[in-house]
C-alpha cells in the first residue's frame, strides 16, 4: 500500500509539472495579453501599457516567468489576480462556496436518482420503464445544457413566476430558504445530464452483475428477491461506479461553466472563463492547477476505496 | 452590468465598469457636466487662466480646495492628499493607469490645507478635463503601505464621495451604503448595488422582471430597444456614446495612401442600410470623430451620400482600372484588402457583408477576417497590422477634445511614436493645430482650432465613418434624478443624485 500511495503520488507531481508547463506555454503564447483590454481606451498611450507590462514583468522570457511562478508555488504563493492584486487563493476561495453548493446539490441529486433508474432499469428489462429511461437518457444527453436552463427559466420564471430567474440568493435576504429558492432550478437541470450518465451506467453495471452465478445461488438459497438485490447485486454494481465517481469528484468543485453563466451563479466556471478573457493568468494558472490536482486525487481515492472494499483487487 | 468591476483603486489600471464604483466612491478636484462644461468638485472653483488659477503661460497652476470635507473614516481631506495622489500617479513602482499629463506636473507646493499650487513643464490645456478622471485618494491610509499595488485599501476603498464602500460577493454584486456626511449633493438612497450579470440576454430579462433598477454599462442590446421601450414602468432612453464606429484604414498599406481610393471607399457604403437594418436605427450617422454632445463638434461638414457611380468614376479618374478578375489595380497594386474586427460580433459581421457586397460592385475586393477580442485589439491593432478594422473608437480623453492620441503623426505606435494613432494618419497641418490647442485654454478659441481639424480629417477620411454609438438604457419610471452624461463613462457617473419617486 505504502509502495503504491509513493508511486502514484510521484506520477501525479510530474504529471502536474507537465499539466502547468503546457498551460503556462499555452497562456503565453496566446495573442492578445492581460493589456490588450486597455488598447482600446482612449487615455492609454502605448507607452504606458509598455509600463504596465514590465511592472507586472511581462517582457521576461518566457522560461524565466515559468520558473518565478513555479518557485513562488513550490513556496506556497499561488501568486496575485493581474485584474485586482488578490491573492489567487482567495479569488479561487471567494468563488468555491458557490459552485460546491451548486454542483453538491445537483451530484447528490443525480446520483441518488440515476441509481435507482439504473437498477430499475435493469431488474425490470426491457418494460416500458426501462425503454421511457433510456430514452429519456438519451434526450437528456443530446439536448445542451444551456437550452434546459432557458426554457426552465422561460416556464418557472417568466411565465410561471415560481422560481428566480438566477442568481445565488435575493440580495439582503440571505436565508436559508432564499437560497434554496434559488438552488432548484439549476440543480435540476444540471442533474439532468448527470442522471442519464449515471443511469446508464448503473444499468449496465446491474445488469453485469446479475446474470452472475452467485446471484443465482443466492437466489437458490431462497433468498427474497428484494435481500438478492439489495445484499449482492447492487452492492457489487456500485464497484465500478466508484471509479466513475472517483473522476466526477473534481468537477463538484471546478464547476459548471454553462450553468452558472445562464443563472448568473458566481462560482468556479464563471471565474475561469471571466479570467480567460481578462488573460488574468496568474487566476487561470491558479484554477488550473487546482483542478489538476483535484483529478488527481479524486482517481487516486477511488483507486484506494475500490482496493478497500474489493478484496479481489490489491495495490502494488 | 455585463462586465464585473473588481478595481477600487481609482488611480491603478481599470475598465468602464469599474469607472461606476469609483464615481460613487471618490472625488476628483473637478466634474465634467452632461455639457461637457467643467465644475468644481472637490476644487472649489475650476482653475482657469480668468481666475489666476492658472498662469498666462500656463504653467503655474492653483487650485483652491473645498473646506470641511472628511474621508468616510472621518479624517478631514486637505491638499496633502491632492499632493499624494500626484506623486503617486508618476511613482515608477506604482502600477498607474494614465499617466498623460500628470508626467507633465513637478514642484507640488501645499500652501494651505485648503490650496495646493505645482508647476507644468509644458503648458497643456488637456490637463484640466483629465483631472476630472483623476480621483483623490487618501494619504493617510496609502502611505502607511509597504506596496501600494497590494494595498488592503484596493479591495476596500475609502474615499470622500457620496458612497462608503459596504462588501462586495465575488462574481456576484458589490454593494455600496450612503455616505449621509457627503460634502455635496446627496446621497438620496441608501444602498447602491452594482450587480454583475455576464449575459446581456439575461441582464435584459431581469431588468424586464424587475429585479434590476437602471441597467449601466454594456445596456440594453439594440435588438430589445423596440420591446423594452413598451414595458410598462420602464423608461427606456436612447443616449449618445462618445464611441464612434468607423471603418479604420491603414494608411501604411498601398492601397490607401491614394485619398482617391478614400473617397471612393466612403462613398460607396450604404450606410442608412447599415443604420437602419442592422442597428434598427439606434445609433445616429456622423462625420467626424468628435461627438456630438461635445462642445467642440463641427455640424457643418459634407453629409457622406451612397453612391456607386460616383465612386467608379473617382476610381476610374485616378487611375485604378479593372483586371481578368474584375479587380481594380493601379501601378500593381490591387484594390484589395482584408477587413478585420472582433469575431462574434453579429452586428459588426452583418454590416461587413454589406460592405463586401458594395464594394465588390466598384471592383474593390474585401476579405473578412475576423478575430477573438484580446488578438484583435492587441498588437495586431495597437501596432497596426490590419489592412482594415471595423471598430468603435472613443477618440477624447476625459472628454477633452484634444485628439493628438489618435491624429498626430507623434503618437503612430507603428513608427515608433508614443500614443494610439493606429491608422498611420499623417498630416502637417493638423499636427500643428492639435499643438496649437493643446496650449490652449480659452473654450472658445478652442473651439475654431477643433473645428477645422475635424474639417481636415473629414477631408482626408483616415478612416470612413459609420455612425456615433447609441446605447439603450433603460430605468424604472420611479427612480428620478438620473441624468446621462456621455462626457464620462458610465451611466452611475451622478448616483449621488438618484433618488425614488414616492
Same mark, same amino acid.
Given at each position: 500500500m505504502r509502495a503504491f500511495l509513493l508511486s502514484r503520488l510521484s506520477q501525479s507531481l510530474a504529471l502536474l509539472v507537465i499539466v502547468s508547463i503546457i498551460g503556462f506555454t499555452i497562456l503565453s503564447i496566446m495573442p492578445g495579453g492581460p493589456s490588450s483590454q486597455y488598447g482600446l481606451d482612449p487615455g492609454m498611450s502605448q507607452a504606458d501599457i509598455e509600463r504596465i507590462k514590465e511592472q507586472l514583468g511581462l517582457n521576461r522570457p518566457l522560461w524565466i516567468q515559468y520558473l518565478d511562478w513555479a518557485w513562488r508555488l513550490v513556496q506556497g504563493d499561488w501568486g496575485r489576480s493581474f485584474r485586482d492584486g488578490t491573492p489567487v487563493l482567495t479569488v479561487i476561495g471567494r468563488h468555491l462556496f458557490a459552485t460546491l453548493l451548486l454542483m453538491g446539490t445537483s451530484t447528490a441529486i443525480a446520483t441518488a436518482i440515476g441509481t435507482w433508474i439504473g437498477i430499475r432499469g435493469a431488474t425490470h428489462r426491457y418494460s416500458l420503464f426501462d425503454y421511457l429511461a433510456t430514452v429519456g437518457a438519451m434526450v437528456a444527453l443530446s439536448i445542451p445544457t444551456f437550452w434546459f436552463g432557458l426554457v426552465g427559466i422561460y416556464f418557472f420564471s417568466l411565465r410561471l413566476g415560481w422560481l428566480p430567474a438566477g442568481n445565488m440568493y435575493t440580495i439582503g435576504d440571505g436565508s436559508v430558504l432564499n437560497y434554496l429558492h434559488h438552488l432548484i432550478l439549476p440543480s435540476i437541470v444540471l442533474s439532468l445530464v448527470h442522471v442519464a450518465v449515471w443511469s446508464r451506467y448503473m444499468r449496465t453495471a446491474t445488469l453485469d452483475v446479475i446474470s452472475q452465478d452467485f446471484v443465482k445461488t443466492a437466489r437458490a438459497k431462497g433468498l427474497s428477491e428484494r435481500r438478492v438485490l439489495m445484499k449482492h447485486v447492487v452492492g457489487n454494481a456500485l464497484l465500478p461506479m466508484i471509479t466513475l465517481a472517483g473522476m466526477q469528484l473534481p468537477t463538484i468543485l471546478t464547476g459548471a461553466l454553462v450553468t452558472e453563466t445562464v443563472f448568473t451563479w458566481p462560482g468556479m466556471g464563471r471565474l475561469f472563463l471571466d479570467s480567460l478573457g481578462y488573460s488574468d493568468y496568474p487566476v487561470v494558472m491558479g484554477l488550473l492547477m487546482f483542478s489538476a490536482i483535484l483529478v488527481l486525487l479524486g482517481n487516486l481515492i477511488a483507486d484506494i476505496v475500490i482496493a478497500v472494499v474489493d478484496p479481489r483487487i490489491r495495490l502494488a | 452590468m455585463s462586465q464585473e468591476p473588481t478595481v477600487f483603486n481609482p488611480l491603478m489600471p481599470h475598465i468602464e465598469v469599474d469607472d461606476a464604483v469609483h464615481f460613487s466612491v471618490f472625488d476628483a478636484l473637478v466634474r465634467m457636466d452632461p455639457q461637457g462644461v467643467l465644475q468644481p468638485n472637490l476644487a472649489a472653483e475650476v482653475p482657469s487662466q480668468k481666475n489666476g488659477g492658472i498662469s498666462e503661460d500656463g504653467l503655474q497652476w492653483r487650485v483652491r480646495l473645498r473646506d470641511n470635507v472628511r474621508w468616510h473614516d472621518g479624517i478631514p481631506f486637505t491638499a496633502e492628499d491632492v499632493k499624494f495622489t500626484l506623486e503617486l500617479i508618476t511613482n515608477p513602482k506604482f502600477r498607474a493607469w494614465r499617466t498623460a499629463g500628470h508626467s507633465l506636473v513637478h514642484d507640488i507646493q501645499v500652501v494651505s490645507p485648503t490650496e495646493i499650487t505645482w508647476r507644468m513643464k509644458e503648458a497643456f490645456a488637456p490637463y484640466l478635463s483629465f483631472l476630472a478622471e483623476t480621483f483623490i485618494v487618501p494619504k493617510h491610509i496609502l502611505e502607511k503601505e509597504a506596496d501600494p499595488n497590494t494595498a488592503a485599501f484596493n479591495q476596500a476603498p475609502i474615499g470622500t464621495g457620496a458612497f462608503k464602500w459596504s462588501k462586495r460577493i465575488a462574481g456576484d454584486h458589490l454593494e455600496l451604503i450612503a455616505n449621509p456626511s457627503y460634502a455635496g449633493e446627496g446621497p438620496y438612497v441608501e444602498r447602491l448595488i452594482f450587480k454583475y450579470i455576464p449575459d446581456m440576454t439575461v441582464l435584459y430579462t431581469q431588468f424586464k422582471s424587475g429585479a434590476v433598477d437602471l441597467v449601466d454599462q454594456s445596456y440594453i442590446t439594440a435588438d430589445h430597444y423596440e420591446e423594452a421601450r413598451k414595458l410598462p414602468g420602464k423608461q427606456v432612453s436612447l443616449e449618445h456614446s462618445p464611441s464612434i464606429e468607423s471603418i479604420y484604414?491603414?494608411? !501604411?498599406r498601398p492601397q490607401f495612401k491614394d485619398p482617391a481610393v478614400r473617397q471612393a471607399l466612403y462613398a460607396a457604403i450604404d450606410r442608412k442600410a447599415v443604420i437602419d437594418t442592422v442597428y434598427y436605427g439606434v445609433v445616429t450617422s456622423t462625420e467626424t470623430f468628435m461627438p456630438q454632445s461635445s462642445f467642440y463638434y463641427n455640424p457643418n461638414l459634407p453629409a457622406q451620400q451612397f453612391n456607386l457611380n460616383r465612386a467608379r468614376e473617382i476610381l476610374d479618374k485616378a487611375g485604378w482600372k479593372s483586371g481578368a478578375d474584375g479587380i481594380r489595380a493601379k501601378d500593381g497594386v490591387r484594390l484589395s484588402f482584408t477587413n478585420s474586427t472582433t469575431s462574434g460580433n453579429n452586428l459588426r459581421e452583418q454590416t461587413q457583408q454589406f460592405l463586401q457586397q458594395t464594394f465588390a460592385e466598384i471592383g474593390v475586393e474585401m476579405k473578412i477576417s475576423n478575430l477573438p477580442a484580446a488578438v484583435m485589439w492587441g498588437e495586431f491593432w495597437l501596432k497596426s497590422q490590419f489592412d482594415t478594422a471595423m471598430v468603435g473608437v472613443t477618440y477624447l480623453i476625459a472628454a477633452d477634445p484634444d485628439a493628438t492620441n489618435r491624429l498626430a503623426t507623434s503618437a503612430i505606435a507603428a513608427q @515608433? !511614436?508614443? @500614443?494610439?494613432n493606429t491608422g498611420q494618419y499623417s498630416n502637417p497641418e493638423v499636427d500643428s493645430l492639435l499643438q496649437q490647442g493643446a496650449r490652449t485654454f480659452d473654450q472658445q478659441e478652442r473651439r475654431k482650432i477643433y473645428n477645422r481639424v475635424q474639417e481636415i480629417v473629414r477631408n482626408d477620411l483616415p478612416f470612413l465613418p459609420l455612425f456615433q454609438a447609441r446605447n439603450v438604457i433603460g430605468r424604472k419610471e420611479?427612480?428620478?434624478g438620473f441624468t446621462v452624461n456621455t462626457n464620462t463613462r458610465t451611466a452611475s457617473w451622478n448616483a449621488a443624485g438618484l433618488r425614488w419617486a414616492s
Open positions: - | 484604414l491603414n494608411l !501604411g @515608433g !511614436g508614443r @500614443g494610439s420611479k427612480l428620478t
